[in-house]
């Protein structure tokens, strides 16, 4: 069996306003929301004054790099995959490339330990969220 175009005669375009490419990017940030991402931005990442405007709103900032890494962004311009189509629809606070790369420009080393300080606590409360070893408190886990 053949196709019937050339690789270089096909193209295909993501332009409907209704479409959700990235739909399963909705439970997940609500389940990051519940694990308490966003209370844990708002309570440590404080950028400096002279980071200035780029520093403002850091959570609408940070979850929107967690969105668009999980849809598969590996650079700061592809994070852009996540103000396609209808994504805007269903999340607000989505920041352009752009001004999440101006962001980052602002951290310091003192702001890499205010994000890692994040990930702690949002991976507790992930655990709290999720049964990660079910039986886990009846049962001794081990090995050599």
């Known amino acids: 069996m053949r196709a019937s175009h050339t690789a270089a005669g096909v193209s295909a375009r993501f332009d409907e306003p209704n479409l959700v490419s990235c739909a399963g990017l909705v439970p997940v ?10 209370e844990a931005v708002d ?17 609408a900032k940070i979850v929107s790099m967690v969105a668009g890494m999980v849809a ?21 606070g989505i920041r352009a490339p752009s001004t999440l790369g101006t962001f980052l420009r602002g951290f310091t080393w ?6 890692d300080a994040v990930a702690s ?10 049964l990660l ?12």
Do not use: C, M, W
């Open 110 to 115: 003192g702001n890499v330990r205010q994000l």
């Open 29 to 38: 940030l609500r389940l990051a929301e519940r694990a308490g991402l966003h």
């Open 133 to 144: 070893l079910p039986g886990g408190d009846q049962l001794a886990f081990g090995g050599y």
């Open 72 to 92: 598969g962004a590996d650079s700061i311009d592809d994070v852009g995959v996540i103000r396609h189509a209808a994504l805007p629809k269903l999340f607000t």
């Open 43 to 59: 309570q440590r990442i404080r950028l400096s004054e002279e980071a200035g405007s780029a520093g403002a709103n850091p959570t």
């Open 121 to 130: 606590q949002v991976l507790t409360g992930l655990a709290g969220q999720a």
